[in-house]
């Protein structure tokens, strides 16, 4: 059974998509992009400023699941360029703690509302 999870404590979803969906305990949480919940704006042009915010997105969403980050097992990092992989890559780590989760990173031609960072994340309740 399928169970759609949203919070008002991430941004909500500018598209046909849910924040996360969970199936058989594990949760699949929807790329997140650093828009502040309360204005749905950018928080910043700065990528670190940026990936802060995905991270506190991807934060609220595992709450309202009943998880926190410790519960991930497998990222994707989107970057708008891979010249800021270093800044996201450092700023990621600081939300974490070892083990650290699975992860691809990759550079793209362009993130929604031209955002620098995006990350998705797996999560599991096992």
């Not at 828009?35 to 969403?61: H, R, Y």
């Not at 970057?79 to 890559?89: E, G, R, Y």
């Not at 650290?100 to 509302?113: D, G, I, N």
């Amino acid at each position: 059974m399928k169970k759609v999870y949203s919070t008002e404590q991430a941004p909500a979803a500018i598209g046909p998509y849910s924040q996360a969906v969970e199936v058989g305990g594990i949760v699949y949480i929807s790329g997140q992009i650093p828009l502040d919940p309360s204005t749905m704006e950018f928080v910043s042009d700065d990528v670190a400023e940026q990936t802060k915010q995905v991270m506190k997105n991807l934060g609220a969403i595992l709450q309202e699941t009943g998880l926190d980050y410790q519960n991930i097992v497998k990222t994707t990092i989107l970057l708008d360029s891979m010249a800021d992989f270093a800044t996201v890559n450092d700023i990621y780590a600081s939300f974490l703690d070892e083990p650290y989760p699975a992860r691809a990173a990759f550079e793209v031609s362009q993130l929604p509302k031209g955002a620098k960072v995006e990350i998705e994340a797996i999560a599991t309740k096992a």
